[in-house]
């Protein structure tokens, strides 16, 4: 059974840095692109980018490139969002999720994580 | 890139049907067949149900539908039930080589 399986909530302090999860089951890996999705408390989906485990090929969305970092680590079939210094408008509940192709639809989602940053 | 445009809210009556619209412009919706259709319910993740214009994934009910003319594509359901209600949101790649969302309409099931 394909499963994208993320890492829990996270409580955070403005400047500090934060890496979460997003860990694949069921499928290769490697011949899927991992998309990032945000949505910001009581608002709509934001397509962040995505990452191509098999050889970390990488599409930034403008809004977001430079404010995060994506990685991935292939052997333990593992996407990585990071951030090195959290604002309090990087509170939201971040989607993993994973594409065919870079044209494809998200067809399996993992379950989000909720990043809370406030002093 | 600009998120697509879906109307805020719609809304109908058991059995009946709706059309949730989303409006892109040539460098999205309108230069590819690549629009997919997400349902969410409040707490939960996204859920595919229509990819590549007008294709349901295996297990979607046959009473969701996708269309596209121009820059507008359109998502209809038909036969509303209660279990429909929810956000819906259109997604398009584009000439970027990215993708982009719309705003997300709300689903009131009268």
């Known amino acids: 059974e394909v499963q994208l399986v993320q890492s829990g909530a996270e409580v955070k302090m403005p400047g500090e840095s934060l890496k979460i999860s997003c860990k694949g089951y069921?499928?290769?890996?490697?011949?899927?692109?991992i998309g990032w999705v945000r949505q910001m408390p009581g608002k709509g989906l934001e397509w962040m980018g995505i990452?191509?485990?098999?050889?970390?090929?990488?599409r930034y969305s403008p809004s977001v490139h430079g404010q995060v970092t994506f990685s991935a680590d292939k052997s333990i079939s593992t996407a990585y969002l990071q951030w090195s210094s959290l604002k309090a408008s990087d509170t939201a509940i971040y989607y993993c999720?994973?594409?065919?192709?870079?044209?494809?639809?998200?067809?399996?989602w993992g379950q989000g994580t909720l990043v809370t940053v406030s002093s | 890139q600009s998120a697509l445009t879906q109307p805020a809210s719609v809304s109908g009556s058991p059995g009946q049907s709706i059309t949730i619209s989303c409006t892109g412009t040539s460098s999205d919706v309108g230069g590819y067949n690549y629009v997919s259709w997400y349902q969410q319910h409040p707490g939960k993740a996204p859920k595919l149900m229509i990819s590549g214009v007008n294709k349901r994934p295996s297990g979607v009910s046959d009473r969701f539908s996708g269309s596209k003319s121009g820059n507008t594509a359109s998502l209809t359901i038909s036969g509303l039930q209660g279990e429909d209600e929810g956000y819906y949101y259109c997604s398009s790649y584009t000439t970027n080589r990215t993708s982009v969302f719309g705003g997300g309409t709300k689903l009131t099931v009268l």
């Open positions: 069921g499928y290769d890996f490697t011949t899927y692109w």
């Open positions: 990452i191509y485990p098999g050889d970390s090929d990488l």
């Open positions: 999720a994973r594409q065919y192709t870079t044209s494809s639809p998200f067809d399996y």
